[in-house]
Nanobody
Framework: QVQLVESGGGLVPAGGSLKLSCVAS????????MGWFRQNPGKEREFVAA????????YYTDAVKGRLTISRDDAKNTVYLQRNSLRREDATLYSCAASNGSVWRGRVFSDYNYWGQGTQVTVSS
């Protein structure tokens, strides 16, 4: 069982930046495909960014493309999401997810085996 713990959320002014972190308990973290999703209450989980296990491919949602970067540090069992130029509509709960399944399409939440509890991002005007 992989435990994922996110951090780095908080209150940020519009136009500001945040770097979210997700630490995995799994020692074989380097073989996991990782993703970030966001979800507002009562709404569907929305894909944000994903990174294949070897770092060769990354995926971003078109909705925020250019304002975010996903990266990973396998030595620290950590995946990051850098969010820049934040807007009010970016305020939501961000969760990371891990996948070691044979089917992984990056953007599909059902392809992920493990989920963190999330970290809340709030953007003030």
């Amino acid at each position: 069982q992989v435990q994922l713990v996110e951090s780095g959320g908080g209150l940020v002014p519009a136009g500001g930046s945040l770097k979210l972190s997700c630490v995995a308990s799994e020692r074989t973290f380097s073989v996991y495909n990782m993703g970030w999703f966001r979800q507002n209450p009562g709404k569907e989980r929305e894909f944000v960014a994903a990174n294949i296990w070897n770092g060769d491919d990354t995926y971003y949602t078109d909705a925020v493309k250019g304002r975010l970067t996903i990266s990973r540090d396998d030595a620290k069992n950590t995946v990051y999401l850098q969010r820049n130029s934040l807007r009010r509509e970016d305020a939501t709960l961000y969760s990371c997810a891990a996948s070691n399944g044979s089917v992984w399409r990056g953007r599909v939440f059902s392809d992920y085996n493990y989920w963190g509890q999330g970290t809340q991002v709030t953007v003030s005007s």
